[in-house]
């Protein structure tokens, strides 16, 4: 259910942001990098590929919950297939890896998880396509959601920017806890 995880997401992710040390406030121009800021947890790049240009700070600053939502849904959300996910738990722990630590980093935590559980995929394999989500879906979820809640962490300390960040992200993933709907 996106209205559940979303609802995590919302706790963590407020207004604007222009924090210049966050990597997500930041797109890329021609000759180096330009600030922009994030707003509801959506960085520079994502609303530059959403609008299909380049985003002015006022457009990052007047961006609205809804249009937020609109990103959230179809480019977090519909885009990696969440929605298959049997358990709401596992693919809330995704979906805020997904918004907080980036695809590329959760695409490799899913992959480590499969491999972990005697479930072989390569590197060239998506673990967001339904037949891995359906492999991961036959595991046990807790210890699943677990696995995935501590490789996060574990990539949450090797960050570059762990030092100014770090408390702030551990906080968030410790607040986010499996809840047996059964």
Not at 160 to 171: A, M, P, Q, S, V
Not at 174 to 180: A, C, D, E, P, V
């Amino acid at each position: 259910d996106f209205n559940k995880a979303q609802s995590i997401v919302k706790q963590v992710e407020g207004g604007y942001s222009d924090d210049r040390e966050d990597t997500g406030n930041w797109v890329n121009v021609k000759n180096g990098k330009r600030f922009i800021g994030t707003n509801h947890g959506i960085s520079a790049p994502i609303l530059a590929d959403y609008l299909g240009k380049l985003p002015t700070k006022d457009d990052m600053k007047n961006l609205s919950y809804k249009t937020a939502l609109d990103i959230y849904k179809n480019e977090y959300w519909d885009k990696f297939n969440l929605s298959e996910y049997k358990d709401q738990s596992v693919a809330n722990i995704i979906y805020d890896g997904i918004v907080n630590q980036g695809q590329t980093a959760i695409r490799s935590i899913l992959r480590k998880v499969l491999n972990d559980n005697d479930i072989s995929i390569t590197n060239v394999n998506n673990p967001f396509n339904i037949k891995w989500i359906n492999e991961l879906n036959k595991l046990d979820q807790e210890k699943i959601f677990n696995d995935i809640k501590n490789l996060r962490e574990k990539r949450y300390k090797s960050s570059k920017t762990f030092k100014i960040h770090g408390e702030g992200w551990l906080n968030r993933l410790r607040s986010i806890k499996y809840l047996n709907d059964k």
